[in-house]
């Protein structure tokens, strides 16, 4: 299925993953790049649980109320989850939450050791500049052919943020493509172990083409980690096996790797307000919130088209809770048990949306309108599919060209307006 390539791209029901990018571009001399600077990143895996405070759930999960906990600032289903042997094993949400709390560290580390807080210098290498600039300006063409209302809202960041963010989005497209994509029923695990290998030898300075270049060298002007770049492949890894997922906890890690990784990724380039109070592990916790909403967005508007793919996107218990089943699906049986429980899943995808609005009001203003626009336009799929009284089977809900034009100015206003200070949704107050 498609995913949410980027927690700030804006949905267009006319987009074709059949662009040919992959085979176009000019394989680049890695020598001539040198190696990257790596000081700024970590090594190793976080330990589970290490420095978290983990704020525990009390609640069940039922689908009057999904997802919501007593106390509970982000929608949780729970903190942990008991195995069959009685263990407690961590949850999907708070292994996502490690991640989240390593590229922070990574921000802040960043943050001390610079003195320029955005960007570190150029490293500049003979014979690299015209070819860096020929990337970055393949990478602009891609992202304003593919994502043109995104494109125009990265015309008012910097230069270097501009850029570095064209870069993302095109490794984000080109890796989606590999498994959904016209050449997806070729895709083996094999491929994206190469694609992988070749993710790690980009950060390491290695690029192999003009387009990984872009990326190699954004890299090292800005904290990002490579875990939410290997996160999103190992997302691919599933939409190759497994084409169920039981619960909401197993969703979430899924929706996490295909979709929350992207926000990860892009808030170290697109930067948090100076003035900003909020703790940087909460603007991230927000970028997290905004991909999983995307995704869960996704998710809704596709079931038809998943459903002809023998694909269900949906926790297999709270179908089976509100009396639906795999067939019903299959079949496109449009009931009142289904509306209901379309009903519930829209109302939980609204809860990440609101809970992604209180991280873009930190993000530095030059980022937050490409940012405004994606939430309101994406949530303004969920709208749609209730106009279709929840029709998603045969009826694909999608925002109006004339829609999206009114919303932008209501983005931009809303890109002016900071809000007060923001606490970690994730850690005790």
Aim: aromatic share 10%; charged share 25%; with cysteine.
């Amino acid at each position: 299925m498609t995913v949410a390539l980027l927690w700030v791209a804006i949905p267009n029901a006319e987009v074709s993953n059949s662009f040919g990018f992959f085979h176009s571009v000019r394989v680049l001399d890695s020598a001539k790049f040198g190696s990257v600077d790596r000081s700024l990143l970590f090594k190793g895996k976080a330990k589970k649980g290490r420095n978290l405070k983990w704020k525990p759930s009390s609640v069940n999960i039922d689908l009057g109320n999904p997802c919501i906990g007593s106390g509970s600032k982000l929608p949780v289903i729970s903190s942990m989850v008991a195995s069959p042997a009685g263990e407690m094993a961590v949850s999907s949400e708070e292994k996502v939450y490690s991640v989240v709390l390593k590229q922070a560290a990574l921000v802040k580390r960043q943050l001390r050791s610079s003195e320029d807080p955005d960007v570190k210098p150029d490293i500049v290498l003979p014979g690299t500049l015209s070819l860096l600039s020929e990337a970055y300006d393949r990478s602009g063409q891609v992202c304003a052919e593919y994502a043109k209302t995104f494109y125009l809202g990265t015309l008012l960041m910097t230069s270097e943020r501009r850029r570095a963010i064209w870069a993302i989005y095109v490794w984000c497209r080109r890796t989606d493509e590999l498994v959904d994509g016209p050449n997806a029923s070729h895709i083996t695990p094999t491929a994206l172990d190469r694609w992988e290998a070749r993710l790690e030898d980009l950060f390491q300075g290695r690029p192999f083409d003009m387009l990984d270049a872009a990326l190699s060298d954004t890299v090292t002007k800005f904290p990002v980690d490579i875990q939410p770049f290997k996160d999103m492949i190992e997302g691919m890894r599933m939409d190759l096996k497994k084409s169920r997922y039981k619960n909401f906890d197993e969703l979430y890690l899924y929706c996490y790797y295909v979709a929350g990784t992207v926000g990860l990724m892009s808030v170290p380039v697109m930067g948090i307000a100076p003035e900003s109070q909020a703790s940087t592990e909460s603007v991230y916790n927000a970028a997290l919130a905004l991909g999983i909403a995307n995704q869960l967005t996704n998710i809704l508007r596709d079931v038809g088209e998943d459903a002809r793919r023998g694909r269900i996107y949906l926790p297999q218990d709270e179908l089976a809770q509100a009396g639906l089943s795999d067939d019903d699906i299959f079949a496109g049986k449009l009931t009142d048990k289904w509306r209901n429980f379309m009903k519930n899943q829209i109302r939980r995808a609204r809860m990440f949306f609101n809970e992604a609005e209180k991280g873009v009001t930190e993000l530095s203003a030059a980022s937050r309108w490409p940012v405004w626009a994606s939430l309101l336009l994406y949530r303004q799929i969920l709208d749609e599919i209730e106009a279709n009284d929840y029709d998603n089977f045969t009826k694909r809900a999608y925002v109006s060209k004339a829609t999206k034009l009114a919303f932008l100015p209501i983005a931009y206003a809303r890109s002016f307006v900071r809000s007060s200070r923001m606490s970690s949704p994730m850690t005790s107050p």
